[in-house]
């Protein structure tokens, strides 16, 4: 493959800072590229991708090799491989995105001023994403297509044990863009496993790179903090709770509290502490505990919660702060909604939180007063992604409170401009 | 006052990590202050302004006498000279503010999904905004009150040469805070001039600043980005462009040049290149020019331009990228609206350009082909500015992409988040 070519023949900080200076390029392209464009290329791609299955099996194949060979874990792997059903999956979420609105171009706002001059603001493209991410090869397309619609220019950097998938990908993605006339260079991928790469994106690349989008686990958070010198989309743990309010349903509260705790362990909006209203704990969370345990769930229980439930293990203080993303539930008693919006205060993320409770008023309070991403009332808090919100695909989800909060799809990957019509105005 | 005697017994990293404490815990109260709160206090710290307009004045004249003596320039100690005028501008300034909508609490998007979950997107405060700005005093009551209304805390450090101005202007802010039963500590001012300061809000004080706000010179930009590990408002350089088509009216393009570049030469709005269509070079230049040096504009010429003018200064090639803030304009001819934007996207810096010309086709593809801040058609790039935009006062203009961009008012300092209201929906 060309990209491999290069890496042999050029130092890892050549080859970055010429995907910048083409990245730039292709920005320039894609922000005045019309709809029709990008959406023929979108369907393109995802032509491609199906065209490409065999190739695209035969590199996985070899990663997924490799991986078992370097006793990579279960749920990695699972993550890594790719069947014929996740290609076609690939190359419908292609398919969906081309069918969302076009974020650009659109008018966010528009007013007249008293001296007769008319103001837009009106969305724009970012410019150049960096992504870094894991060794998903789905991640591959869906954050190529989320930049391509939103008329952004993509520098993907995906976890080096599935480098050659992203690579077949990659290429697939590339004669998609081709066939619709748009650049190649609007979706690259960093052809070398070197993590020196990475810090390389960090740095912006001497200005050509807009925004990072880092998805992983805790240490490329600390590095993205640490070293980054442009802005990102950051994103942070996922402590999320539920809080089971006196004025709850408690088929409901058992319902939701199972599925916010169970459904998915290991993604960012799995709940991974519940917090029962004192005035109904003896009521509510006996039964709540018990279907819990049915689905293999272990307690962590505070002091006042283990003589209700005697068995459970007791929590530490840092039980309270931990992300476990996996099947343990930290469980504390509250005094009330101001009691659970006091401790998510406490020891939250600001990720996603959720009340069970039949009193709006209660409910009110919860979704107004906690400064979080994502506040739900009545529903689990595995709602937190942004398909689920309507967004189609998205690119990551954001713990920051600048530009972009929650889920982010292609609404939240546009900046905006001033555009000012007047018939000659001078300032005074 | 309380704040210097701080100073004295403490060091500066302890001073400024009591500040972010007492500024998260403000930040808190004033996310959940009802509008009626927030405007009570804007209107008793325009009280409590004018109230000390004999302390602030006397502040005033020992940073100003300083300064003299220090030898600072004329236009240095005009910004810094506080007139009863000017303190009466500030007080109307803060009631200018609590006059504006309140920006916490707007939905900004409504939608429901076919589970039957409804979604709001709904804007909340910031947090904690860090501004770090020049020497001028006014900048404090103004950043202070556009916090505020828009539910942050604000922690200011106004350059060390108004330091008593700003502590004597915070004072009353602070009473007028108190009056109206919110936290003083809603407003804090770093009550030392050592430089240390800005660098400890750059990182961010432990997670208790959320935003910066650079304000000044270059020398503070190039630190902020080299420094900074929080997110950052960022401004840069206003290259601003005047571009006059061969669809030019004469009249008015000799009108918004001058007053793009001469109304006032050292804002960041003001026009710095001019660039002329080559079919009206001959026409439309020279009367433009002799309008330029009448009112004393130096001309620097491209060597075309020099043929048209021969008595121009030449331009080298880095008159095109340079902010002269200052009574100079650089002149280029192009061909035409391609190549007036293959211009500025090669030299500009992104803040504002205009275009005059009466053929409507041309125009949209200026606003709609050139990636700035702010594009204009038939106006002067001097409306670069959050009070012209009618969003009342503004705490900078941003020239990066994320978040914020152009003038920064409080529907700017906000960020949002999701509120969603189920009936027991699980996610299957």
Not at 109 to 132: K, S
Not at 159 to 164: E, K
Not at 303 to 315: F, G, N, R, Y
Not at 338 to 356: F, K, L, M, N, Q
């Amino acid at each position: 493959m060309a990209a491999v070519e290069i890496e042999a023949a050029k130092s890892v900080e050549d080859v970055m800072a010429e995907m910048g200076r083409r990245a730039r390029i292709a920005a320039r392209a894609l922000a005045l590229a019309p709809t029709a464009a990008k959406d023929a290329a979108l369907a393109a791609m995802a032509t491609e991708i199906r065209k490409a299955t065999p190739a695209i099996l035969a590199a996985n194949a070899l990663d997924v090799a490799d991986g078992k060979a370097k006793g990579l874990s279960g749920s990695f792997i699972d993550r890594l491989i790719l069947t014929e059903a996740r290609i076609e999956a690939m190359a419908a979420g292609l398919e969906a995105i081309a069918a969302l609105a076009d974020p650009v171009g659109r008018v966010l706002a528009a007013w007249d001023r008293p001296n007769g001059l008319h103001i837009e603001r009106v969305a724009t493209p970012l410019g150049v994403i960096g992504i870094i991410y894991e060794s998903r090869p789905n991640v591959t397309a869906d954050a190529g297509a989320l930049c391509l619609k939103s008329g952004n220019a993509a520098i993907l950097r995906g976890g080096s044990d599935a480098l050659r998938s992203s690579i077949a990908i990659v290429a697939a993605l590339k004669r998609g863009l081709a066939a619709a006339g748009l650049p190649e260079d609007a979706v690259q991928l960093v052809p070398t496993a070197d993590r020196a790469a990475v810090g390389l994106m960090l740095t912006g690349l001497s200005g050509a790179i807009d925004v990072i989008v880092p998805r992983g686990g805790k240490s490329l958070v600390a590095r993205v903090q640490s070293e980054a010198r442009v802005p990102v989309f950051s994103h942070l743990e996922g402590i999320c709770h539920v809080y089971v309010d006196k004025g709850a349903d408690l088929d409901m509260a058992v319902r939701l509290v199972v599925n916010a705790k169970m459904r998915r362990t290991g993604i960012c909006g799995a709940a991974e502490t519940l917090l029962v209203d004192r005035a109904c704990a003896a009521t509510h969370l006996p039964p709540i505990v018990a279907a819990l345990r049915e689905k293999g769930c272990e307690i962590r229980a505070s002091q006042e919660v283990l003589a209700l439930v005697p068995d459970a293990v007791p929590a530490t203080e840092a039980d309270w702060s931990t992300e476990y993303l996996d099947a343990i539930l930290s469980v504390a008693l509250v005094d009330g909604v101001d009691g659970a919006i006091a401790h998510i205060e406490r020891y939250g993320s600001h990720h996603t939180e959720a009340i069970v409770t039949e009193n709006a008023a209660t409910a009110e309070r919860f979704l107004s007063e906690i400064d979080s991403a994502i506040l739900l009332w009545n529903a689990s808090t595995q709602f937190a992604d942004g398909g689920e919100f309507g967004m189609g695909a998205e690119i990551g989800i954001a713990t920051g409170k600048m530009h972009a909060r929650g889920p982010v799809g292609v609404d939240q990957l546009v900046s905006f401009n001033y555009r000012v019509r007047g018939h000659g105005q001078t300032r005074p």
